[in-house]
């Protein structure tokens, strides 16, 4: 269901002091009005002003009773729309930032539409400047992790206006979920729940009978202004920096009046240190550096990364592998996390339970990561993206000058048509030993686009390789990391590519559409795949990985990581 907006019927001083003012507008679901009319929810949003601070906190609390009807709750988001005669600059990060087209810009008689409707060519746009630009929203995109900060400015006003997030714990899926920002309008968006890079993967289906309430913030309406002789743009931008830093320091606030957000001392803190265990890299156990380390409602391993209801909580560890995940939630968790450098997830199988002031020191941890045997190649880095690999220049007909940073790169429109572009006259052949990964392995393996969108060809990428000794008896292992997966089957085999039936399926997969949406990822999905010795032979071998589904052009999978291992010693 596509929520309408919130209307309330109820309006509540909440609290009124010298510091403070809290606001509460709440309507409560009735099935004999509502029903078919407004989603099932019960609504209280939350307004606050605080004295000194210019700008105003929201947050709302949605509740579900068990008596209401299934409902499935794809987005939940506060949307703003400022003056377009104004608010021209927009800022996401300190290398995404620029004068931004008008709305009108966008119309069909100013600008084409190109593969969808989000994505178009300014062709006659009010300011000359941007013809020939690409303009989409999920350019601006981000993951939770880092969407802290991103608003606008009115250069006439020398005035901003900013979204500040200082905690990711109510959003949905975890530190790497990505999800929009601001983009043209000028809209500015405060995402709490989506299916943006996860599709209907994500958890957000409410059935009959199941209970549920959440709260949602709170967020910083920021306003802030500076002299028009100042470089103002770099000057609000800073300060509004500054801003967020005070707010995240002062996570969690203590001056919200709703028992749903528990203050500091009623909250808890879970420490421990996370090892490593992987005797093909290292005898001895290695500490698990900047691993990501998270709570999140009980589930199965990995299962955070499409968790939409409850409440997550992530830090990340030091050199030694040592965390400390400060101001939980009381409630009941599983603790998951994963390592940069290797393959898979970590979950303890123990409930964890977090009370009012208490601290959980879980001691030393080991991680297990997937592994039967020594490694013969691998092509990539474990880390659940597909960064690290050949991203190409955009087609200088389609580019968006801020998506020019390097590590922005992969956001530039059309990159997925470079692939025809570059491998004409076949596809990816990769050979260990001679290619290299960041150069001779494309981002995204996508279809060959012929010209006309309804002949779109699959493709089959080719890994070469050569065994000097095979044990025939023995069972070897393809790990296979996927950063990606979006209407695809991804089938393999080994040395003969015209074999009916392959030696690995993933059957169909994904409906996280990174590749339309310029990310460099989506789900992680991890797949051990078990080879019979006979398969091999001694000399040179080839492994065919063939993207079978060509029904529409973003049928792909981007790959974060492929290994080969021999048989166990």
Not at 533 to 562: C, E, K, P, W
Request: one cysteine or more; charged letters at 25%.
């Amino acid at each position: 269901m596509l929520l309408p907006r919130m209307e309330t019927k109820h309006v509540k001083v909440v609290a009124h002091t010298d510091e403070l003012v809290e606001i509460s507008f709440a309507k409560n679901w009735d099935f004999r009005t509502d029903h078919g009319k407004t989603v099932p929810l019960n609504i209280d949003k939350r307004f606050i002003v605080r004295r000194g601070v210019p700008g105003v906190y929201m947050y709302g609390i949605f509740e579900r009773q068990e008596d209401f009807p299934d409902a499935q709750i794809y987005q939940l988001r506060i949307v703003f729309k400022l003056k377009e005669d104004k608010f021209r600059f927009m800022a996401i990060s300190d290398t995404r930032q620029g004068v931004m087209p008008r709305g009108e810009d966008r119309d069909n008689t100013r600008s084409q539409t190109l593969a969808f409707k989000e994505a178009v060519l300014m062709t006659n746009p009010s300011n000359p400047q941007f013809r020939g630009e690409v303009d989409d929203k999920y350019q601006y995109s981000c993951e939770n992790k880092d969407n802290k900060l991103h608003g606008w400015i009115s250069d006439d006003d020398a005035v901003g206006f900013w979204i500040i997030t200082p905690s990711n714990e109510f959003r949905t899926g975890g530190p790497h979920k990505q999800d929009l920002t601001s983009h043209v309008g000028p809209i500015a968006l405060s995402m709490f729940v989506s299916t943006h890079y996860t599709g209907i993967d994500i958890d957000v289906t409410y059935k009959k009978g199941e209970a549920w309430r959440k709260a949602f913030g709170p967020v910083l309406i920021y306003l802030n202004s500076a002299s028009s002789d100042d470089d103002c743009r770099k000057t609000l931008w800073n300060d509004a920096k500054r801003q967020l830093s005070e707010e995240i320091e002062s996570w969690p606030y203590n001056f919200t009046r709703s028992e749903d957000l528990p203050h500091a001392g009623d909250r808890g803190e879970v420490c421990g240190q996370l090892l490593v265990r992987d005797r093909c890299v290292d005898e001895e156990l290695m500490q698990a550096q900047s691993a990501f380390v998270g709570l999140a409602v009980p589930g199965n391993v990995g299962s955070w990364q499409t968790e939409g209801k409850g409440y997550q909580f992530w830090t990340e560890t030091d050199n030694t592998g040592r965390f400390n995940i400060k101001n939980v939630r009381p409630g009941e968790y599983n603790l998951y996390a994963w390592v940069h450098g290797f393959i898979g997830d970590y979950k303890l199988d123990l409930s964890i339970t977090i009370q009012p002031g208490n601290k959980v020191n879980l001691g030393t941890l080991i991680y297990d990561p997937p592994r039967n045997g020594p490694t013969l190649w691998e092509i990539g880095i474990p880390d659940r993206t597909a960064a690290e690999f050949f991203i190409p220049e955009p087609d200088p007909t389609f580019v968006n000058p801020l998506c020019l940073d390097a590590a922005d790169k992969f956001r530039q429109y059309g990159l997925w048509d470079r692939y025809s572009d570059i491998y004409r006259h076949g596809d990816v052949v990769y050979t260990v030993g001679v290619s290299n990964y960041s150069r001779d392995w494309f981002f995204a393996h996508v279809l060959r686009n012929t010209g006309n969108i309804t002949d779109l060809s699959t493709t089959t990428w080719q890994i070469k390789y050569n065994l000097q000794d095979v044990n025939e008896k023995g069972n070897y292992t393809l790990q296979l990391a996927l950063a990606a997966a979006s209407y695809a089957e991804l089938q393999i085999r080994f040395n003969n590519p015209d074999a009916i039936q392959p030696c690995f399926t993933t059957t169909r997969i994904g409906y996280d559409n990174a590749v339309a949406r310029h990310g460099i990822h989506g789900l992680y999905r991890l797949y051990s795949i078990n080879i019979p010795g006979n398969r091999f032979i001694r000399g040179n071998n080839t492994v065919f990985l063939t993207q079978t589904r060509s029904h529409a052009l973003f049928d792909a999978v981007m790959y974060d990581y492929i290994r080969l291992e021999a048989p166990a010693v």
